[in-house]
């Protein structure tokens, strides 16, 4: 067996999908995990912050 063929026998660690920029991101051992990175992590932030994200209102008068 090749080098190349052990390579695909060793466990891959798993990873996920970075929401701001799409890159991939390890799950294990990443403090800014689902992100890359801190400045994805902050990009993200200041969406929220700014209300760019916005979960539905019931249009129902509350009082």
Same mark, same amino acid.
């Given at each position: 067996?090749?080098? @190349? +063929?052990? @390579?695909?026998?060793?466990? !891959?660690?798993? &990873? /996920?999908? *970075?929401?701001? *920029? &799409? @890159?991939?991101? =390890?799950?294990? #051992?990443? =403090?800014? !995990? =689902?992100? *890359?990175?801190?400045? *994805? #992590?902050?990009?993200?932030?200041? /969406?929220?912050? +700014?209300? &760019?994200? !916005? /979960? =539905? @209102? +019931?249009? !129902? +008068? /509350?009082?």
């Amino acid at each position: 067996m090749s080098t @190349a +063929d052990t @390579a695909d026998l060793e466990p !891959r660690e798993p &990873g /996920v999908t *970075c929401p701001t *920029c &799409g @890159a991939s991101a =390890p799950w294990q #051992r990443n =403090p800014h !995990r =689902p992100f *890359c990175s801190l400045t *994805c #992590r902050l990009v993200d932030l200041g /969406v929220w912050l +700014d209300e &760019g994200y !916005r /979960v =539905p @209102a +019931d249009e !129902r +008068d /509350v009082s």
